[in-house]
């Protein structure tokens, strides 16, 4: 059992930065990938970022490579997301998950995933 909480949303312009964190307790997260997606009102959830167990793989959804950044400290059971370059489409909800299988498979279905946070809103202003 895991729990996972999102910290770090809010309101910036564009142009700007965040940067998110997620927090997991219960277990420790260090063998499983971790991922973040978000969701727009009226849209499907969406893949964003996913990191392997030891970050040693990262993947990223085309719409944000280049500005965003995932990275995880095994050591303080922690996942953040380092957004910057921040556009309006970039506004959501956004989310972090864990699979505890730890394979780094099909890592941009949400499906695959176990363990999910309750999100934190970003809004990006124009």
């Known amino acids: 059992q895991v729990q996972l909480v999102e910290s770090g949303g809010g309101l910036v312009q564009a142009g700007g930065s965040l940067r998110l964190s997620c927090a997991a307790s219960?277990?420790?997260?260090?063998?499983?990938?971790m991922g973040w997606f978000r969701q727009a009102p009226g849209k499907e959830r969406e893949f964003v970022a996913a990191?392997?167990?030891?970050?040693?793989?990262?993947s990223y959804a085309d719409s944000v490579k280049g500005r965003f950044t995932i990275s995880r400290d095994n050591a303080e059971n922690t996942v953040f997301l380092q957004m910057t370059s921040l556009k309006p489409e970039d506004t959501a909800v956004y989310y972090c998950?864990?699979?505890?299988?730890?394979?780094?498979?099909?890592?941009?279905?949400?499906?695959?995933?176990?363990?999910w946070g309750q999100g934190t809103q970003v809004t990006v202003s124009s």
């Open positions: 998950t864990a699979d505890v299988r730890g394979l780094y498979y099909s890592i941009r279905d949400p499906s695959n995933y176990d363990y």
């Open positions: 990191i392997s167990w030891n970050g040693g793989i990262a």
């Open positions: 219960g277990r420790t997260i260090s063998s499983y990938t």
